[in-house]
């Protein structure tokens, strides 16, 4: 890999009580890196997300920030290392603001990491600064998932994990969230994208990981991956 490993996951393990769902899941993200992890639905992308962040406990394998591993510590301590997650069902506090919420994922943060506040997630997106006295509740879903994004950040994390930011959005705000993931990612914060949609993950990633059954069957660069039909048919035709 050119850039420095960041985040290294190797031989990763999860199951779902009895059911084995990751089979020795193993890549990594640099420095200053975009990568997506691709696959069809039940391939294991979302459970991976899961088992870095100890939502699912690992059974098996390491999960190493900055040379240390975190495997088999609880969500909580994970974040504080310097990993945030935004995940696919965005989570909000539903009785809060939009200011409250943000304000909620404030933390100090990892050393070293980029630092954020409140005004540059208005910046990002306009919509929620005219709304930060609303509910969360009352927001739409494409909203809700700035809010979620934004709240993230607020935690000045190293690298943060983005599970389907586009599911269910207008290809206006699609596009919105898009062009924030790739600036954030300017700005220094590596990023582990679950997406869908591959015209999203392909523009705005350095390098692609695609999962089937459970385990990576293809990691390299976009245009390698779209080079490969038969690949392509294989593991991501609908």
């Known amino acids: 890999m050119s850039r420095d490993a960041l985040l290294s996951i190797d031989g990763l393990n999860a199951y779902y009580g009895k059911s084995h769902i990751l089979h020795g899941v193993t890549f990594q993200v640099g420095q200053g890196e975009v990568v997506s992890l691709l696959g069809r639905n039940g391939s294991g992308r979302s459970t991976t997300l899961k088992a870095?962040?100890?939502?699912?406990?690992?059974?098996?394998?390491?999960?190493?920030?900055?040379?240390?591993?975190?495997?088999?510590?609880?969500?909580?301590?994970?974040?504080?290392?310097?990993?945030?997650?935004?995940?696919?069902?965005?989570?909000?506090?539903?009785?809060?603001?939009?200011?409250?919420?943000?304000?909620?994922?404030?933390?100090?943060?990892?050393?070293?990491?980029?630092r954020w506040t409140v005004e540059q997630m208005f910046d990002y997106f306009p919509r929620l600064k005219e709304r930060r006295n609303t509910r969360a509740g009352s927001l739409s879903g494409?909203?809700?998932?700035?809010?979620?994004?934004?709240?993230?950040?607020?935690?000045?994390p190293l690298v943060i994990l983005i599970d389907e930011p586009t599911e269910g959005l207008a290809p206006?705000?699609?596009?919105?969230?898009g062009e924030a993931i790739a600036d954030i990612n300017r700005r220094g914060v590596s990023v582990l994208l679950v997406e869908q949609k591959l015209t999203i993950a392909l523009k705005v990633s350095h390098r692609v990981c695609v999962m089937g059954h459970g385990r990576i069957v293809?990691?390299?660069r976009p245009e390698q991956l779209t080079s490969d039909a038969k690949l392509m048919e294989e593991w991501l035709a609908v």
């Open 218 to 220: 293809f990691e390299g």
């Open 172 to 177: 206006k705000i699609v596009t919105v969230v």
């Open 142 to 156: 494409g909203e809700q998932q700035m809010l979620t994004m934004c709240r993230s950040l607020l935690g000045n």
């Open 52 to 114: 870095i962040m100890g939502l699912v406990p690992p059974a098996g394998g390491t999960v190493t920030l900055k040379g240390r591993n975190l495997a088999g510590q609880r969500p909580f301590a994970i974040c504080r290392s310097g990993i945030a997650y935004v995940p696919e069902e965005r989570e909000v506090f539903l009785n809060l603001t939009v200011d409250e919420n943000l304000r909620m994922g404030e933390q100090k943060g990892a050393e070293g990491a980029p």
